[in-house]
């Protein structure tokens, strides 16, 4: 039985990784670990272990110990933070990864780093701007017609994002973020999205799914309407961005090994535009996928340890369109068709026609 150590396994990408692997036609020996100790309670694993932040100097001393403890053979990471420090210290570690470069994952991480090989390759691409300082800002905001997009240049879940059409505004919220020099502002491109999420061996792709995503859950909450969780996500098959991803993975990295996740966005004339790869991690949903039929999570491990892997009646997005992933917190999972939840629709429809007689 294969033993698999799963960092930052209190939350919830982590969780849709571990229900995946318990979907597969074997079985696997969890292990979790998480540096936070009311996080780690909620692991679904076998074991679990309390462990330093990665940022903390005995990050990787502590690992390898809970690695040789329980033996663990390979490590899955689901956490961006996390990531990086893995991906640095990777050859520190006494575990089998499956990470793509170093250098890709820094490219990735770094939204300015990723804009630019995007623009540098052709690719469609929101002007963006790095702002240093409040002439920057305020550069930005004479060349950009109409709302401005900033954001900051690392992180994921919309942290610290903002869309304004206001210079005093977004000066202000930099100011109040001490974002100066970490912040990008760009053209602020349509509410519509869309990820390509792939696995890669040696610049083979394996497999790709698209999903996209209807509307973000708590996303009222959130200064910039983006909060970071997928309240429905459904499948879909679009062959433009089927080319526009795989260009923008190439751009980076000429020989992907791993998983790709690449968000995009629409611009006003309906053109899909990379705006960032989550690198060497699912997105937080793929359990969607399993339940669907493609265990994306299962490949994954199977290519790891250079195993045949289970059948896949196609390369990119095998799964049927229209499926639809409604996810909230303190619910699980539901999954329908956008057939099924239009029909709802027609139904009030008719109500509405015998009241009004």
């Not at 969607?288 to 493609?294: D, N, Q």
């Not at 049927?320 to 956008?338: C, E, H, N, Q, S």
Request: hydrophobic fraction near 40%; aromatic fraction near 10%.
């Amino acid at each position: 039985m294969k033993r698999i150590l799963v960092t930052g396994a209190g939350g919830s990408p982590a969780a849709n990784f571990t229900r995946s692997l318990r979907m597969a036609p074997e079985k696997f020996y969890l292990i979790g670990v998480d540096c936070d100790k009311y996080y780690l309670q909620r692991a679904e694993t076998d074991e679990r272990y309390l462990v330093p932040a990665a940022r903390e100097k005995d990050y990787v001393t502590v690992l390898n110990k809970v690695i040789e403890k329980t033996k663990a053979e390979f490590l899955h990471v689901q956490n961006d933070v996390e990531l990086y420090y893995i991906s640095k210290l990777r050859d520190k570690l006494k575990i089998k990864t499956f990470l793509p470069g170093h250098e890709t994952v820094e490219k990735c991480q770094n939204k300015l780093e990723s804009y630019k090989c995007w623009r540098d390759a052709g690719l469609r691409q929101p002007v963006t701007f790095s702002i240093k300082n409040p002439q920057d800002l305020k550069d930005a905001f004479e060349k950009i017609k109409g709302e401005v997009w900033i954001r900051e240049i690392g992180g994921a879940g919309g942290r610290g994002s903002l869309k304004t059409d206001s210079f005093e505004v977004a000066r202000t919220w930099i100011d109040f973020r001490k974002g100066w020099g970490v912040y990008t502002a760009a053209e602020c491109l349509k509410e519509q999205s869309t990820t390509w999420l792939s696995v890669w061996k040696d610049g083979e792709l394996i497999v790709a799914q698209e999903r996209k995503r209807l509307y973000w859950e708590l996303g009222k909450l959130a200064p910039s309407g983006i909060s970071g969780a997928t309240g429905t996500g459904v499948t879909v098959a679009d062959p433009v961005v089927n080319d526009i991803a795989q260009k923008a993975i190439l751009a980076i990295d000429k020989k992907p090994n791993g998983i790709f996740g690449v968000d995009l966005t629409y611009s006003g004339d309906s053109i899909p535009n990379p705006t960032e790869i989550n690198i060497g991690r699912f997105f937080t949903t793929h359990h969607f996928f399993a339940a669907a039929g493609l265990n994306i999570a299962y490949i994954f491990v199977k290519l790891a340890y250079g195993e045949k892997l289970p059948e896949i009646p196609q390369k990119i997005n095998p799964l049927k369109p229209g499926l639809a992933w409604i996810r909230g917190i303190d619910f699980l999972p539901v999954m329908t068709t956008l057939e099924e939840i239009d029909r709802y629709e027609e139904d009030l429809k008719k109500l509405r026609q015998e009241i009004s007689g």
